[in-house]
């Protein structure tokens, strides 16, 4: 059996239940007549706590947080038709280089792909809403650099892009940087510009 | 070589398995030439078949495959695109600048190109570990859903109107003076008209002959705002009378007196 | 805390919850892989009793389930932000003719101001439910005449419309005359005051 929920609880289920998009703790506290934020914040986490074993689940995603199904019983809801649309495996590497590098540009993405990027698959991504424009980087050519949104972490199921399977391992052995600067820490000098990289990227 | 090209049978459209590689038959590696996605893609593809750590893979080694690879491509007159001939040369230049001797060789050594493959091929590869782990994920939509129908949440405004006792009896009192009707009043005023003036000169030129001074046409008596009409009408009508060749004015020096007389036919 | 929940009752919760409408036992069976309707029924039971004293309640309309929000928490779907603010002066106007003349229909609301009234004024003063309808005047076009509420009277604090100032006493604060002449007056002699604001401080 439940213990009786306070009554704070029993708004945020109410209220996030019924919402039709994921809300920010400040969303819910103006929406429950100001409740002071941080008791939210705690009754949320109890709350996440109190469905963690059902078949519901209450999460955060992004500092906004709705309910889920648990993703142990994807065998009995899973549905075709959402099922159809799947990305291109130029696609999904392109999403995994902004999601690691954001915000990063086309020619970075390039750089590390070592192929040319064909217009439409930035597109597709953002198209599905997991990526977007992010401003520009302030170089020579001031090239448009994209990150992720939102709905990314929404539908990859991602607290937060800290979240992102393996993105501290990769940020201490440097990947997640220029290969010049890595090469200069490997190094141990600031060497830089190289036909390698030139004739490649 | 741009994706488009990449045959929708090498994993273009499926996320699990992302890259189903045959490993060891290299028959099926040449089948597979479309499948790749640039010369780094091969290059890395070729340096996991090494079955090693990629920082611990032989450059050297790799080159050969490589090189390999794409010989026996022309070979087989499969169409490479330019930029897996363009690696090729430039890895060709690696192997031969590895080999000399160490005093031989230029700056940047082969040892520092080998190690920046090295960490392209790295990179490339976390990135593409990184995309199958998101993709393996469980992800909104194909393994956990959202409510189905949420009510939906709707915040209505709702006004307070305010207003005061005296702003409401000052509003009043502004209608009712903006809409009072308004009479406007003018103070009587004595005046001599035109005609009345036109008559009295009229009537004094036809009495005397000699030049009559301008005051002389005013009346004596009453009130002197009736006086300056008079003189004001009184001159129009000697002007009028003038034009009409009925009268003559004369003045001996600006500002001097005005006088006036019957016209001599 | 919740005991484990087992796992047909984790699988209805969740089919019910990603369901885009109510569900039969039948229909729940069939996207439970069969299961069994009589456990399905009692699992039903079971569950909601479980969700009874939470923000959410498990109900069957009708043979088919579904979640809704508590009855007690039903305000939480439709939230009411309040703002204040003051009446504009046309509006105070329209409502100063109303309390005079009651009951008063638009047409000799419009004849008295000298000008015309925008259609939504006397709406923003039936919303703010100081005027009212009051049936029609049985003339030609029977227009709907207007008169004050009780909550008019409330609002402005008086006992009844005969409260209100009559011309006479308007006439001798000074609110009846022109509106230039009154600012010359207060304009001109800073030490008189004005007569209004005397009387009416």
Known sequence: MIDAPDELARAIEAALFASDQPMSVEALAAHLGDAPPASLRAALAALADDYAPRGIHLVERGGRWHFETAADLAHILRREREHNRRLSRAATEVLAIVAYHEPVSRAEIEAIRGVQTSPGTLDVLMEAGWVRPAGRREVPGRPVIYATTPAFLDHFGLESRRDLPGIEELRATGLLEPIDQTMASVLGDDDAGNPADERLD | ?265
């Open chain 2, 1 to 265: 070589m741009s994706e488009d090209t990449a045959l929708a049978a090498h994993g273009e459209d499926s996320d699990a398995p992302l890259w189903p590689r045959p490993t060891n038959s290299d028959d099926a590696l040449y089948l597979e030439l479309d499948g790749w996605e640039g010369p780094l893609d091969l290059l890395l593809d070729l340096a996991r078949r090494q079955r090693v750590d990629l920082r611990a893979i032989s450059i050297l080694a790799l080159v050969d495959q490589y090189l390999d690879y794409i010989e026996r491509a022309e070979a087989l007159r499969l169409e490479l695109a330019a930029d897996y001939l363009v690696m090729a040369a430039w890895l060709a230049y690696l192997k031969s600048a590895m080999l000399l001797p160490k005093e031989e060789q230029e700056d940047p050594s082969p040892e520092e190109l080998a190690l920046r493959l090295q960490l392209r091929l790295q990179r490339l590869g976390a990135m593409r570990e990184a995309a199958a782990r998101l993709m393996a994920r469980d992800r909104l939509g194909r393994d956990v859903f959202l409510r189905g129908a949420p009510e939906g949440l709707r915040t209505d405004r709702k006004t307070n109107w305010s207003c005061d006792w005296f702003a409401l009896v000052q509003a009043y009192g502004h209608v009712r003076a903006r809409t009072a009707p308004a009479v406007h009043m003018v103070r009587e005023r004595p005046v001599m008209t035109l005609e009345t003036a036109l008559e009295r000169v009229s009537a004094m030129l036809g009495v005397r002959v000699d030049w009559i001074r301008i005051e002389e046409f005013l009346p004596t008596a009453g009130d002197p705002r009736l006086r300056k009409s008079a003189l004001a009408s009184s001159f129009v009508a000697m002007l009028e009378l003038a034009r009409l060749g009925r009268a003559e004015i004369a003045q001996d020096a600006p500002f001097g007196p005005l006088a006036l007389r019957r016209a001599v036919a």
